[in-house]
């Protein structure tokens, strides 16, 4: 099988490397292949798994193409496309998902139409890890206007949200699961703290610890997961991103199922856990004899 990843991590992220560890311990067989290397050939692979292809933010459109292009891929290439533009959180609000309240402009909108209030977090709907993303306080909505016009003269769709004071107490919180079930959670403390916080790198560095879900947050996810457009036990890994909102209640930050941190440190057995689940996915694709 493949572990499709990205040339600035050609090996895996050190989070993954458990992952790559539980699959040798389960007798699998797994080769870290890039993504966009022209010289892959995907059907030689009985599974291709997506991780740490984090370069496609700039590119998407060509990262779609090749996920439509790879047999057996996980998740398949129809959750990438749905997942890869965040406009699906409108499309859960619709179904009765609570989410962090949001704000859409498609290119062309006029910026200084835009009413905000408070702090708010200004980013494209199509990004990773808190690039382009930055947090505007009270007093500095002709900035957050300005990068809203760069992002909107670029092509993009932007999204405009309320920042989540909760999250500076509590962090948000990732729910992970395999195959659909509940498989372990994660504690995130806030991120954007300063500008451009991400940098040049791919993604912005992020303090991680273990968490026990509470049931409120149980709860929202199985929400989530009931209110997707697939089958939940279609999907070998999903998480979803929950924040605190005024009352307490957890709403929905974000839902990954295209290239997440899966954060296998913060449970010892989760690793094996996806490791197992990989191989059953392999042994349905196996040629009976």
């Not at 057996?72 to 989410?99: F, M, S």
């Not at 009270?138 to 769709?157: I, M, P, Q, S």
Request: aromatic share 6%.
């Amino acid at each position: 099988m493949a572990l499709a990843t990205c040339a600035a991590f050609p090996e895996l992220d050190d989070d993954d490397q458990l992952l790559r560890t539980a699959l040798r311990d389960a007798d699998i067989d797994a080769e870290c292949v890039v993504w966009d290397d022209p010289a892959v050939d995907w059907t030689r692979f009985a599974l291709t798994v997506v991780r740490d292809t984090w370069d496609y933010v700039d590119r998407c459109g060509a990262f779609l193409d090749w996920a439509s292009r790879v047999p057996r891929l996980c998740n398949e290439a129809p959750v990438l496309r749905w997942n890869t533009d965040k406009r699906y959180l409108d499309e859960l609000h619709q179904r009765g998902v609570p989410i962090v309240p949001t704000t859409w402009l498609t290119p062309g909108a006029d910026p200084q139409g835009l009413r905000i209030d408070g702090e708010v977090v200004i980013k494209p709907t199509v990004s990773a890890g808190s690039r382009n993303t930055e947090r505007y306080g009270a007093a500095e909505h002709e900035e957050a206007r300005r990068h809203v016009a760069r992002l909107l003269a670029d092509g993009r769709t932007v999204m405009v949200q309320p920042y989540i004071h909760g999250v500076e107490a509590q962090g948000e919180t990732a729910l992970l699961y395999i195959n659909g079930e509940y498989s372990h959670a994660a504690r995130k403390a806030a991120i954007l703290v300063q500008r451009n916080v991400a940098g040049e790198a791919l993604f912005a560095a992020e303090s991680i610890t273990p968490h026990i879900a509470t049931d409120a947050e149980r709860a929202a996810g199985d929400r989530v997961l009931g209110a997707l457009p697939f089958d939940r036990s279609s999907l070998l890994y999903a998480r979803v991103d929950l924040v605190p909102a005024d009352d307490g209640t957890p709403v929905v930050l974000e839902v990954e199922l295209t290239e997440p941190s899966l954060f296998f440190r913060c449970d010892d057995e989760a690793a094996a856990r996806m490791a197992a689940a990989v191989g059953r996915r392999l042994l349905r694709r196996a040629p009976r004899v």
